[in-house]
């Protein structure tokens, strides 16, 4: 029944989530209840009543950590293939890589997101995992291991990210933005790993023409943090804002 | 004084149910479901409920009150009693309009 509740708009749910489940606690929904709440949660799409307005924040130290670790992660990122792009330069690229990776995947699930994700635990679980992908990312794995402890690792740890991020208690057009960032991590470090092992399968201009806009929309994202966003909201009891 | 249910479109009925069922008192949703469902007759599914209460508290017509664990009841506003007043008396005058002329027919 609780999938049919979050057909519902968020700030409906905010606002009149407990007691309808209670309600529905309180006498089981039939076929023709569940047809009514389906069109019920339609209705309150199409009219909605409730409406979440946004509240200005302080800006405090979690705010500061996290954005500016987004936007160094997001610049030396973009910096890193931007330079391989322009000077054709070859070597080693993967420490620049490792940083840049190591402070995007810790500013945002490690200082923000674990400070809003609902249940704090998700938050904790997506840093903990974010933690371990970077830990695994040092380790000299052998060539046999690499791509599935790393394969299954990149996906485990972004998935945790994409989870907490759904999760947090931010503007859902905020909660958008970060699903956004954190659902290519997955594709981005299989190609990665595809390109480092054989690199005539994936040119560098695509690989740069990938990977640019993740970094700069990471830089975009840390900027919005510092500066107080993503918002909180409140529900508007009863009416609208 | 009736225009704040006019603009309620379909929900107009389930809410007029509603503010009656609240007229003797406040009540949590399963209270009115179970209640307007022995005033009507008819079935009130938990999603019509729920997009009527939203409609009558958005418009001052309803309130609600601190909730009691996840149920949260609700009351009826002044506003709510004059416009429920407003909607049965235009109703009793329809209905005693209506009898009269059935009565001239026969």
Known sequence: ???LIRLYPAAWRARYGDEFEALLADRPATLRDRIDIVLGALDARLSPQVRSAPVARRVGVTDRLAGGAAIAGGLIWS??????????????????????????????????????????????AAFALSVAVLAAELVPW??????????????????????????????????????????PWPVAGFVVTIAGFVPSLVPVPLVIASFLPLGVAWMATGLRIARGRPTSTIVTAGGVA | M??????????????????ASL????????AIMADVEAISGGHLGPGTLY????????????????PE??????????????????????????????????????
């Open chain 2, 23 to 30: 007229s003797e008192g406040p009540k949590h949703g399963y």
């Open chain 2, 51 to 66: 997009a009527a209460l939203a409609r009558l508290e958005r418009r001052g017509l309803i309130e609600a009150l601190e």
């Open chain 2, 69 to 106: 664990e996840r149920r949260r009841p609700y009351r009826l506003t002044g506003l709510g009693a004059s416009v429920l007043r407003a909607q049965l008396q235009g109703l009793s005058d329809f209905a005693k309009t209506g009898l009269e002329r059935l009565g001239d027919a026969r």
């Open chain 1, 1 to 3: 029944m609780s999938g």
């Open chain 1, 142 to 183: 052998s060539p046999l291991l690499v791509l599935p402890v790393l394969g299954i690792l990149g996906a485990i740890g972004p998935g945790a990210l994409a989870l907490a991020a759904a999760r947090a208690g931010i503007a859902a057009r905020d909660r958008w933005r970060l699903l956004l960032l954190t659902l």
């Open chain 1, 79 to 124: 910096a890193t293939y931007l330079v391989v792009w322009l000077i054709q330069a070859e070597g080693d690229l993967s420490l620049p890589i490792l940083i840049a990776v190591g402070l995007m995947l810790l500013s945002l699930p490690g200082t923000y997101m674990a400070a809003y994700a609902r249940p704090v635990a998700i938050g904790a």
């Open chain 2, 2 to 19: 009736t225009e704040p249910l006019g603009e309620i479109g379909r929900f107009a009925e389930p809410s007029l149910f509603i503010l």
